[in-house]
């Protein structure tokens, strides 16, 4: 079944950058689809569409059946739940502890505040543990965010996103600033994450190596538009 539809999505900004033109495409459930273009392609813009971090200028973005083009700002928050996003520069709250940075997002980063464990039940907190457990991130829990590697920041930055128990995961340059080592652990977890869990993960690549050997999908991106779109297998055959 189709989690999330593009349809004739365009992206202006000001008078002379169109960043999107006309974009279609459709995401199954479970999916993993990379994203991939040269630099200036319009893979973030389209990526935050799909949040609405960034308003498309018109087109429809309809996921799980909902136009989320008329949402108000009131039903973005818990669209947002449904819609992990992890970021290239992990965007985390460093002075924070792990286990705090994963439960402050979950309701919505409401408080930059010292000492945010209290505010949380036990459930939370139990749903917290568990999903850093998942990550190999037990070790970590109460350590500050500054202390960690930057694979180990990027995992509780995917921790964060899948605490809120979301339907699809939304990266953004997952991997961008990581070594190779730290870069492969990642799309690891990704992957496993989809096949493992059944969430749609859609990536946003520079990599093509990366997106071909982790993808079931390739969307192909230039100047705004979806230039291919198909299986990894098929690029490789073309090359
Ligand atoms: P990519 O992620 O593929 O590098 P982007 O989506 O970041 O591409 O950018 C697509 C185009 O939109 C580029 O020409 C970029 O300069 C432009 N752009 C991106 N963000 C903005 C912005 N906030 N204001 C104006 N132009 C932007
Ligand atoms: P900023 O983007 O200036 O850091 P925001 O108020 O947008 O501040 O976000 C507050 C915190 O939540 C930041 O650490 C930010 O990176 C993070 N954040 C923003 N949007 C999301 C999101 N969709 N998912 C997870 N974390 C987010």
Redesign the pocket.
């Known amino acids: 079944t189709t989690l999330l539809e593009f349809k004739q999505v365009s992206k202006q900004?000001?008078a002379d950058?169109r960043?999107l033109s006309d974009v279609n495409f459709t995401v199954r459930e479970g999916e993993f689809v990379s994203i991939i273009?040269?630099?200036?392609?319009?893979?973030?813009?389209?990526l935050r569409c799909i949040n609405r971090m960034i308003d498309a200028s018109s087109g429809e973005i309809i996921f799980d059946g909902m136009n989320i083009m008329d949402f108000k700002k009131s039903e973005l928050k818990r669209l947002r739940t449904q819609m992990g996003m992890v970021f290239q520069h992990y965007n985390l709250v460093n002075r924070l502890t792990v286990i705090e940075n994963v439960l402050h997002g979950r309701l919505g980063y409401k408080s930059t505040l010292e000492g945010v464990l209290g505010l949380y039940s036990k459930e939370e907190k139990r749903q917290a543990y568990a999903v850093l457990k998942i990550l190999g991130l037990e070790e970590q829990v109460y350590k500050r965010c500054d202390q960690l590697s930057g694979g180990q920041k990027q995992r509780v930055g995917i921790a964060r996103a899948l605490v809120q128990d979301p339907k699809m995961l939304l990266c953004d340059e997952p991997i961008a600033s990581l070594d190779p080592n730290a870069s492969k652990v990642i799309m690891d977890y990704l992957r496993a994450i989809s096949t493992n869990m059944g969430i749609t993960v859609i990536v946003?690549l520079h990599q093509v190596d990366t997106a071909l050997k982790y993808s079931d999908r390739i969307l192909g991106?230039n100047k705004?538009t979806i230039v291919y779109d198909g299986p990894p297998a098929k690029i490789k055959r073309d090359q």
């Not at 273009?37 to 389209?46: D, I, R």
């Open positions: 900004y000001g950058t960043a273009g040269p630099s200036g392609a319009g893979k973030s813009t389209l946003n991106v705004g």
